[in-house]
């Protein structure tokens, strides 16, 4: 058991180095395929003994080999979380779920964990988005939502249909809502698109109840860790914090500790 999940979080730490790519390169529109790994300042070719996940990073101490200028700490950050997430995902769908449905049914335990897969992917590469760039493309929340919603009507993950249509409805809704009152009151733009639209992604794959239970603990991570930030930076209440990876923290969290 410990070789098969050591061997599967080396496997998701280095789908991690992919999903690193591909957030990175579709929140800045760069072409997707075609291309080797390359530093972002000097554009030299990294070479593969200098791109293994985690390991890299740290030998060379977060600096591009070429260069010497900083590579982010968002790369082994998302690496790690890949790892981390998507083995405890594996180990959960395949031997510890004593869920009714899942008990006897190999297609059905494939299935659910394909669809979380997807589902934590994006929300893995949503985060980078939104630490990086402040944005959060649609492609990682309102494009998945009909998966999370025909997943639910296959039966394939943990909630019905109709609670995934409607986590998705009052996900966006919610934040839309919130965000109009927080407007007309402080006449600022509080909540992005991007988080109603990730809200609603997690309401497609954890229904009503998760969706809100997602939104309440990544308010009060957000509200705390955003104080302490702001005030070790001693900056002021204007400076702009990504409220996205909050959501996703919360989603994570109800997934793994909440939800049966
Ligand atoms: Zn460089």
Redesign the pocket.
């Known amino acids: 058991m410990i070789f098969v999940l050591t061997f599967a979080f080396v496997i998701f730490l280095c789908f991690g180095s992919f999903l690193n790519v591909l957030s990175h390169r579709i929140t800045f529109d760069k072409k997707l395929f075609f291309k080797r790994s390359h ?6 070719i990294i070479s593969w003994y200098n791109n293994i996940p985690l390991f890299s990073w740290v030998f060379l101490k977060g600096k ?6 900083p590579i982010s700490i968002l790369y082994p950050f998302i690496e790690l979380f890949s790892g981390v997430v998507h083995t405890y995902l594996f180990f959960n769908e395949f031997t510890f779920d004593l869920h009714p449905r899942f008990v006897g049914s190999l297609n059905i335990a494939v299935g659910s964990f394909l669809s979380y897969f997807v589902f934590f992917s994006a929300l893995i590469c949503a985060t980078r988005s939104d630490f990086e760039r402040m944005v959060i493309p649609q492609i990682f929340t309102l494009w998945l939502v009909p998966i999370g919603i025909f997943s639910a009507y296959l039966g394939l993950i943990k909630i019905l249909f109709y609670d995934s249509l409607f986590g998705a409805i009052f996900g966006y809704a919610f934040l839309w809502v919130v965000g109009k009152v927080f407007k007309f009151f402080t006449k600022k733009d509080g909540i992005g698109e991007g988080d109603m639209e990730l809200l609603a992604l997690i309401g497609s794959f954890l229904g009503v109840f998760g969706m809100y239970f997602s939104l309440m603990i990544g308010s009060v991570i957000g509200l705390i860790l955003g104080g302490v930030y702001l005030f070790i930076k001693n900056k002021n209440r204007n400076s702009k914090i990504p409220f996205g990876p909050f959501l996703v923290l919360g989603a994570i969290f109800y997934f793994f500790f909440i939800q049966i």
């Open positions: 530093c972002p300042h000097c554009s030299g591009c080999k070429k260069c010497n200028k």
